[in-house]
């Protein structure tokens, strides 16, 4: 299980995001826009291969979008309508999400075992996703999930943003801070705190 940061995909942030470790290292790089039919978003490896998709296949008001991994469609999600809460079904894999759009948070479940948990936070002054997934051969596909709920989240009314002294952070050993360091870290420690 690791931690995986994605920056918000919002006006200021076009284009290709690296998603990184909590120990700052550039793990994928997520390329790609939506917003209109057959516009996707694909996450590649360091290397430039590419690993998984989101392809968006209808407009409107609950748009669809069809998931690919190796090439391969591996199931599809649209967006529903919920007042609080959302229930989303990720049909093919059986993977349900639940949370809430209004807040960002989020929990993606196949059966009773939790696949991700993306929860919103400040870093650098900038929003990102803090994805914590349990295993590595699906954080490909759910770095594609977590954009799309994170394009689906109303900005703006992001009541449980984790911020200051609650953010990940970590201190490198000649002193220097990474990523985002608001709070204090217990001496000779090159990981991060919480």
Not at 2 to 24: E, I, P, W
Request: aromatic share 10%.
């Amino acid at each position: 299980m690791r931690k995986l940061y994605v920056r918000n995909q919002d006006a200021t942030n076009k284009g290709a995001t690296v998603v990184r470790d909590d120990h700052n290292n550039s793990c994928y790089l997520l390329v790609g826009k939506w917003g209109i039919r057959h516009d996707a978003l694909s996450v590649y490896d360091i290397q430039g291969h590419l690993l998984a998709e989101i392809k968006q296949t209808s407009v409107g008001i609950f748009p669809k979008f069809d998931l690919f991994f190796n090439g391969k469609k591996i199931g599809s999600i649209s967006k529903t309508f919920g007042v609080f809460h959302e229930f989303m079904y990720v049909n093919k894999l059986k993977w349900f999400i639940t949370g809430s759009l209004r807040t960002g948070l989020h929990h993606v479940y196949s059966g009773r075992k939790r696949i991700m948990t993306v929860t919103p936070v400040i870093l650098y002054g900038a929003g990102y996703n803090e994805l914590l997934i349990t295993s590595k051969a699906t954080e490909p596909v759910c770095i594609c999930l977590a954009a799309i709920l994170d394009h689906w989240t109303r900005k703006g009314s992001k009541s449980d943003i984790k911020k200051g002294a609650a953010l990940p952070g970590w201190q490198l050993s000649n002193g220097e801070t990474s990523f985002n360091n608001m709070h204090k870290h217990k001496k000779d420690k090159n990981k991060l705190t919480e």
